[in-house]
């Protein structure tokens, strides 16, 4: 695996390639226009999810039981990456933070594109 250092002051931060979706108290997520994916970021986690990977992620954190697990600031709960080659490490408030902050992406791009083509629509019908 070769690790790149990547400096990018615009990354989850909003700006006019991005529209903001959805945000928790430690979490944000956008949606980027220009590579069609959302940009997730909770504590030093930041996750880029194409539209389909949404049921995966949550497939992946559902499988732990997080909400009857023991609260503790450890780090008990792994994510790791399809190809192993990276992982994140959550604590059980975290990874049900980073549910809500998933479940709450996933409703607002829904959203945002039914907006967004109820306005192509529109367009098309005056023309």
């Known amino acids: ?10 990354s989850i931060m909003p700006t ?9 108290a430690n979490g944000s997520a956008v949606f980027c226009t220009c590579c069609n ?21 949550l497939r992946v954190i559902d499988g732990f039981d997080a ?6 600031p450890r ?16 604590t059980r408030r975290e990874v049900l933070e980073l549910r809500g902050l998933v479940v709450g992406a996933r409703g607002a791009l829904r959203l945002y594109d039914g907006l967004t083509s109820a306005r192509f629509d529109a367009r098309e019908l005056l023309h």
């Open 1 to 10: 695996m070769i690790l790149k250092r990547i400096y990018s002051p615009d």
């Open 16 to 24: 006019s390639e991005t529209s903001p979706l959805y945000e928790t």
């Open 37 to 57: 994916r959302v940009e997730m970021m909770l504590g030093n986690a930041v996750l880029y999810l194409q539209r389909d990977d949404f049921a995966s992620v």
């Open 67 to 72: 909400e009857s697990a023991p609260d503790s």
């Open 75 to 90: 780090r008990d709960f792994v994510i790791r990456t399809e190809h192993d080659d990276a992982a994140f490490a959550f």
